[in-house]
C-alpha cells in the first residue's frame, strides 16, 4: 500500500508561485507520481507527472512552462512548483502514484494512477 498527503496549497495573488509537496509512504519504489487538478464543477484532468528515476518529465499544454514537477526519492517527496499563476489554475490539486504502464510514457489518464492523496486547495486571485 502507499500513501500520499499532500501540502502547501493555499491562497494567492495572479503572478505568484507556490510549491505543492506530497508525501509518500509505503511501497513507493518504481511508482510514476503524477500531479491531477479539479475545479468546481469540472472533471479531475491532468497537470504533471515524473518517472520514478526524475528523469523523464511531462507537463499538460495548459501549465506547460509554468509549472515544474520533480521529487526527491531520499525524502519520499515529490512536488509542483507552480509559477505565473493564473485564476484559472485555481482547483483541489491531488498527487497520485502508480506504476509505469506503457514503456517511455508517462501516464496522463486517471485509471494509470492506483494511489491518490486528499488533495490540496490552490486559489489564484485576480
Known amino acids: 500500500q502507499v500513501q500520499l498527503v499532500e501540502s502547501g496549497g493555499g491562497l494567492v495573488q495572479a503572478g505568484d508561485s507556490l510549491r505543492l509537496s506530497c508525501a509518500a509512504s509505503?511501497?513507493?519504489?518504481?511508482?510514476?507520481m503524477g500531479w491531477f487538478r479539479q475545479a468546481p464543477g469540472k472533471d479531475r484532468e491532468f497537470v504533471a507527472a515524473?518517472?520514478?528515476?526524475?528523469?523523464?518529465?511531462y507537463c499538460a499544454g495548459s501549465v506547460k512552462g509554468r509549472f515544474t514537477v520533480s521529487r526527491d526519492n531520499a525524502k519520499n517527496t515529490g512536488y509542483l512548483q507552480m509559477t505565473s499563476l493564473k485564476p484559472e489554475d485555481t482547483a483541489i490539486y491531488f498527487c497520485?502514484?502508480?506504476?509505469?504502464?506503457?514503456?517511455?510514457?508517462?501516464?496522463?489518464?486517471?485509471?494509470?494512477?492506483?494511489?491518490w492523496g486528499q488533495g490540496t486547495q490552490v486559489t489564484v486571485s485576480s
Open positions: 497520485a502514484a502508480g506504476p509505469h504502464r506503457v514503456r517511455g510514457t508517462l501516464g496522463t489518464a486517471i485509471y494509470e494512477y492506483d494511489y
Open positions: 509505503g511501497r513507493t519504489f518504481g511508482l510514476v
Open positions: 515524473i518517472s520514478w528515476s526524475g528523469g523523464d518529465t
